[in-house]
C-alpha cells in the first residue's frame, strides 16, 4: 500500500493523469530515476530523440540551468532545474502525450533577447491544421518563465517583437492575426481574413484604430507566413459546385 502511495506521488510529479500502475512502475520510476541520475552525474549535453540533456546559461547569462526533456512509452517529460536552488527543485515541468509531441525549442520568442521555451505538440485528431506551440518567456529577475502562452500555427519575429497566428479551421476559412509581444504577452494588433468562401477580397482588421479596410491584393507578407497555403486554398460545398 505504501508503494502504490509513493508511485501515485511520482505519476502526478511527472504530469501523468491516466495510468494503470503497471504503467506507472514500469515507466515513472524509471523516468524520476533517470532525471535524479542526470542532476548529479551527467557531465556532457545529450541531444537524442528521447532525451535531451543540456546544462549551462541556456536562459540566463548569470544564471546556469539544466534542461532534461525524457520521452517515455506514456508521455514526454520536459524538466528546468537552476542553480539557484541547487537544482532541488524544477522550476519549470510539463508532460504531453508522447503521440501529440513534436519538439522543444529554446530560442528568444518576444524579443527581448532573453532565451524562452516553446513546446510544439499537434492534436491527435481533428480536421484542419493544428501545429501548436505553448510558449513559456523566461524572466531573468525571478529565474521563473511565465504561464503558458498557446499560439495555433506560428510564425515568429523576435527581431521585430512580433508573432503572427493561423487560426484553426477549414482551408480558405480560416484567419490569420498579428501580435506584439508586451513582456509576457500577445497584444493583437491586426487580423486578416476572406470576405467571404468566394474569396473575392481581403478583409484586414486593424485593432488599435478599430478599423475594417477592404484590399484587393493579398499582403506579400502573409506569403512568408506558415499556414498561408492554407489561407488561400479554395473550397466549395457540395451545393456550390
Not at 541520475?37 to 551527467?42: E, F
Not at 556532457?44 to 534542461?67: A, I, M, Q, R
Not at 528568444?108 to 506551440?133: E, T
Not at 507578407?221 to 497555403?229: D, P, Q, R, S, T
Request: glycine fraction near 2%.
Amino acid at each position: 500500500m505504501k508503494m502504490n502511495k509513493i508511485l501515485l506521488t511520482i505519476s502526478i510529479f511527472l504530469g501523468l493523469t491516466d495510468f494503470s500502475l503497471s504503467q506507472v512502475e514500469q515507466d515513472s520510476l524509471k523516468t524520476a530515476k533517470m532525471i535524479s541520475d542526470l542532476i548529479q552525474n551527467q557531465k556532457e549535453n545529450v541531444e537524442k530523440d528521447s532525451l535531451t540533456f543540456l546544462s549551462g546559461h541556456l536562459f540566463s547569462k548569470s544564471v546556469n540551468h539544466k534542461y532534461i526533456r525524457i520521452s517515455t512509452r506514456l508521455e514526454t517529460y520536459i524538466h528546468v532545474y537552476s542553480e539557484e536552488d541547487k537544482y532541488l527543485e524544477p522550476i519549470f515541468t510539463e508532460s504531453v502525450h508522447w503521440i501529440n509531441f513534436v519538439k522543444d525549442s529554446i530560442f528568444d520568442i518576444n524579443g527581448d533577447r532573453v532565451i524562452d521555451l516553446a513546446i510544439h505538440w499537434y492534436p491527435s485528431s481533428g480536421c484542419c491544421l493544428a501545429d501548436i506551440y505553448d510558449c513559456y518567456i523566461y524572466d531573468e529577475q525571478t529565474d521563473k518563465f511565465s504561464k503558458k502562452v498557446e499560439i495555433p500555427n506560428p510564425t515568429f519575429y523576435p527581431d521585430q517583437f512580433q508573432t503572427y497566428s493561423m487560426t484553426y479551421g477549414q482551408p480558405g476559412e480560416t484567419e490569420f492575426f498579428e501580435f506584439k509581444w508586451v513582456n509576457n504577452s500577445l497584444e493583437t494588433l491586426k487580423s486578416y481574413e476572406w470576405n467571404d468562401r468566394n474569396q473575392s477580397h481581403i478583409i484586414l482588421t486593424d485593432f488599435e484604430s478599430a478599423t475594417k479596410t477592404d484590399l484587393t491584393e493579398i499582403p506579400k507578407k502573409l506569403e512568408a507566413l506558415y499556414g498561408y497555403y492554407w489561407f488561400v486554398m479554395k473550397i466549395k460545398n457540395e451545393e456550390e459546385k
